[in-house]
């Protein structure tokens, strides 16, 4: 059974610092692996969706790579702002129908 | 498009009461799922459709009935309900290409007491 994590679970930096966000995974046949956001109260913002045959997705400021043989994924956030502040979750997906989610990192952006 | 729609977006349950949480997608979607977050947690798959007339059970089914009777919708039934089921619900999508990528509705913030 896949188990995903997420550490740490929050985080708080100050304005225009690059940070990393964690997600590791128990079950490396994973299909894909898919980062959300999600803001207080709101439902769920697709952020990156890596396939297993890809090592890395980018999105303006947001990278995403995938590491299969050590269960490990990374969201890299350049610059980060104020208005990045948020709940990041990770999931994986083994079976095509069903993803694993991780408990999340809350993140907090000082101005 | 709407995308992913859910109704109603809160509610109050008392214990024993039963409810119908509505999805609708407009993407013309075969797939269709509802996750349950409980605070400070990830989403944990309730159930799951492949299209119409199809159904099973994710990872926390019980207490939750579904029914898929048309491409579109994918309404969740609770049965006799209790506090252990005060979460959020999220129902997605996601259509058949190689991504399998989901688009999550809003949620239904459901408290009951």
């Known amino acids: 059974k896949q188990e995903v994590t997420q550490i740490p679970a929050a985080l708080s930096v100050p304005e225009g610092e690059n940070l990393v966000l964690n997600c590791s995974f128990t079950?490396?046949?994973?299909?894909?692996l898919q980062w959300f956001r999600q803001d207080p109260g709101k439902g769920l913002t697709s952020l990156l969706l890596i396939q297993s045959s890809q090592r890395e997705q980018t999105s303006g400021r947001l990278n995403a790579s995938l590491d299969k043989s050590s269960g490990r994924s990374t969201l890299y956030i350049a610059a980060s702002q104020p208005g990045d502040s948020a709940t990041y979750l990770c999931a994986g997906n083994n079976a095509g129908n069903m993803l694993t989610f991780g408990g999340g990192t809350r993140l907090m952006v000082k101005p | 498009n709407a995308g992913v729609t859910q109704t109603p977006k809160f509610r109050i349950l008392k214990i024993g009461q039963s409810m119908t949480l509505q999805c609708a997608q407009d993407m013309n979607h075969n797939y269709m799922y509802w996750y349950r977050q409980d605070p400070g947690m990830g989403l944990k798959l309730i159930y799951y459709s492949v299209g119409a007339g199809i159904t099973d059970k994710g990872e926390v089914p019980n207490g939750y009935n579904v029914s898929r009777s048309t491409t579109e919708d994918f309404p969740l039934r609770l049965e006799l309900a209790a506090p252990s089921q005060t979460s959020v619900y999220f129902c997605?999508?996601?259509?058949?290409?190689?991504?399998?990528?989901?688009?999550f509705g809003p949620g239904t913030r459901l408290t009951v007491t």
């Open positions: 997605a999508s996601r259509g058949r290409g190689d991504s399998y990528e989901q688009y």
């Open positions: 079950d490396s046949a994973i299909y894909n």
